[in-house]
């Protein structure tokens, strides 16, 4: 039965955490993988979040299954932290999901349900999972340019003129706020400009809502599917808690669809119930509960706001360090994009070749696409990182 097959190609962000843990060196730097780590390398807890499963553990009295839908009450109660306030609860259903690429799984199979085989366009580059998911869902993928040469970076002429050729229907991957790899995000006017010929050209967006409230604050990160959502018909909205609850392993998603009317909607959230029971029968439910707790009692929502913008203002001040670092070390502007990036992550430009050297001489981990995790720095490593960079460039 296996002998045909061949060991499939490592994952480049996961296959990293293996190899920096096992590497002796005490100076090694971990840029890898998505994570939040304070200024003593460890990823936290959220205060709420340990304080909800003290209660959860308290209070608990049962583990018998919640449902293929997940916990329909952490949907309401995320939702508006995507929608916002006003939102219109009729025409948007979701599901609980096992963590954002759960919620990217199950909604690929909503739109392989609908249309199978429908063309997405998915931004170049993107997440290494986004093409995975969405072609084991046997989705066509035509890349879009997203990043061009110049100091904006993001060659937002480029993509729309790609756009204006997509065929009504087709599907368009967007990513919410914090773009992965690149850091780099549209400003306000693109997002408008973006939203009217998604809706002109009758494209449906579906938007990667993996790292909301680590760009410019919770509220500012949800502007693009606000927007989306008053401008389009049909949308739909894969949403992690692994970074901003700090919920990682708990594997805590959701996934939303907003259609042309409630009962289209209501269709659109059976086939995502189908998807969840047919990836994992259910979503877990610890992490749910948590959010569910956290987001259900006025303290600890506002002490879990409080500490995610916490660890969004050290992120900024780490990619204000960095870029002058830079600076001073060039004499010249060529990395002040560090400093505009949004989210944890950005491209320094090296090639997987330069990468490698960046880990054996030097002991620092970055992705082969160039893609730091700029979190997983301490600001009294800034410096020593500039200059490895700069050494191998
Ligand atoms: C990342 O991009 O590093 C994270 O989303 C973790 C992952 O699963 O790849």
Same mark, same amino acid.
């Given at each position: 039965?296996?002998?045909?097959?061949?060991?499939?190609?490592?994952?480049?962000?996961?296959?990293?955490?293996?190899?920096?843990?096992?590497?002796?060196? @005490?100076?090694?730097?971990?840029?890898?993988?998505?994570?939040?780590?304070?200024?003593?390398?460890?990823?936290?807890?959220?205060?709420?979040?340990?304080?909800?499963?003290?209660?959860?553990?308290?209070?608990?009295?049962?583990?018998?299954?919640? *449902?293929?839908?997940?916990?329909?009450?952490?949907?309401? +109660?995320? %939702?508006? $932290?995507?929608?916002?306030?006003?939102?219109?609860?009729? !025409?948007?259903?979701?599901?609980?999901?096992?963590?954002?690429?759960?919620?990217?799984?199950?909604?690929? *199979?909503?739109?392989?349900?609908? !249309?199978?085989?429908?063309?997405?366009?998915?931004?170049?580059?993107?997440?290494?999972?986004?093409?995975?998911? +969405?072609?084991?869902? !046997?989705?066509?993928?035509?890349?879009?340019?997203? $990043?061009?040469?110049?100091?904006?970076?993001?060659?937002?002429?480029?993509?729309? %003129?790609?756009?204006?050729?997509?065929? @009504?229907?087709?599907?368009?991957?967007?990513?919410?706020?914090?773009?992965?790899?690149? /850091?780099?995000?549209?400003? /306000?006017?693109?997002?408008?400009?973006?939203?009217?010929?998604?809706?002109?050209?009758?494209?449906?967006?579906?938007?990667?809502?993996?790292?909301?409230?680590?760009?410019?604050?919770?509220?500012?990160?949800?502007?693009?599917?606000?927007?989306?959502?008053?401008?389009? @018909?049909? +949308?739909?909205?894969?949403?992690?808690?692994?970074?901003?609850? /700090? +919920?990682?392993?708990?594997?805590?998603?959701?996934?939303?669809?907003?259609?042309?009317?409630? /009962?289209?909607?209501?269709?659109?959230?059976?086939?995502? &119930?189908?998807?969840?029971?047919?990836?994992?029968?259910?979503?877990?439910?610890?992490?749910?509960? &948590?959010?569910?707790?956290?987001?259900?009692?006025?303290?600890?929502?506002?002490?879990?706001?409080?500490?995610?913008?916490?660890?969004?203002?050290?992120?900024?001040?780490?990619?204000?360090?960095?870029?002058?670092?830079?600076?001073?070390?060039?004499? *010249?502007?060529?990395?002040?994009?560090?400093?505009?990036?949004?989210?944890?992550?950005?491209?320094?430009?090296?090639?997987?070749?330069?990468? !490698?050297?960046?880990?054996?001489?030097?002991?620092?981990?970055?992705?082969?696409?160039?893609?730091?995790?700029?979190?997983?720095?301490?600001?009294?490593?800034?410096?020593?990182?500039?200059? %490895?960079?700069?050494?191998?460039?």
């Amino acid at each position: 039965m296996f002998e045909d097959l061949r060991m499939p190609p490592p994952d480049k962000i996961l296959s990293l955490m293996a190899i920096f843990r096992e590497d002796p060196r @005490p100076e090694k730097i971990d840029l890898g993988v998505g994570v939040y780590r304070d200024a003593d390398g460890r990823t936290p807890i959220p205060r709420a979040v340990k304080e909800a499963e003290r209660r959860l553990l308290a209070s608990e009295t049962t583990k018998t299954y919640v *449902g293929p839908a997940g916990d329909p009450v952490f949907c309401d +109660l995320v %939702a508006p $932290l995507v929608f916002g306030p006003e939102l219109p609860r009729e !025409r948007i259903r979701g599901v609980q999901t096992a963590g954002g690429a759960g919620a990217l799984s199950v909604l690929a *199979g909503l739109v392989a349900a609908a !249309r199978p085989g429908v063309t997405v366009h998915v931004p170049d580059p993107t997440w290494i999972n986004h093409v995975a998911i +969405l072609t084991d869902n !046997r989705l066509r993928l035509a890349p879009y340019r997203y $990043l061009g040469e110049g100091p904006e970076r993001v060659d937002f002429e480029g993509m729309l %003129a790609h756009l204006a050729g997509a065929a @009504p229907g087709d599907v368009v991957l967007l990513h919410g706020c914090c773009h992965n790899p690149s /850091g780099a995000d549209l400003d /306000g006017d693109q997002w408008r400009r973006l939203a009217a010929l998604l809706a002109e050209r009758r494209l449906l967006p579906f938007v990667d809502l993996a790292y909301l409230g680590f760009g410019d604050g919770l509220e500012d990160d949800a502007f693009a599917v606000r927007l989306l959502a008053r401008t389009v @018909p049909e +949308l739909l909205v894969a949403v992690s808690c692994s970074k901003n609850f /700090g +919920l990682y392993r708990e594997r805590t998603g959701a996934a939303f669809a907003l259609a042309a009317d409630a /009962g289209t909607a209501a269709v659109a959230q059976g086939h995502m &119930v189908v998807r969840n029971r047919i990836l994992y029968s259910m979503p877990p439910d610890h992490g749910a509960a &948590v959010v569910r707790t956290v987001l259900q009692d006025p303290v600890l929502a506002a002490d879990w706001r409080a500490e995610l913008e916490a660890m969004r203002v050290t992120i900024e001040a780490l990619r204000q360090a960095l870029a002058a670092a830079f600076a001073r070390l060039t004499n *010249g502007s060529d990395y002040a994009f560090l400093s505009r990036d949004k989210g944890m992550f950005s491209l320094i430009g090296v090639t997987a070749e330069k990468a !490698r050297r960046l880990r054996d001489e030097h002991a620092i981990y970055v992705v082969e696409d160039g893609r730091i995790n700029v979190a997983g720095l301490r600001l009294d490593q800034v410096e020593r990182f500039a200059a %490895a960079v700069l050494a191998v460039r």
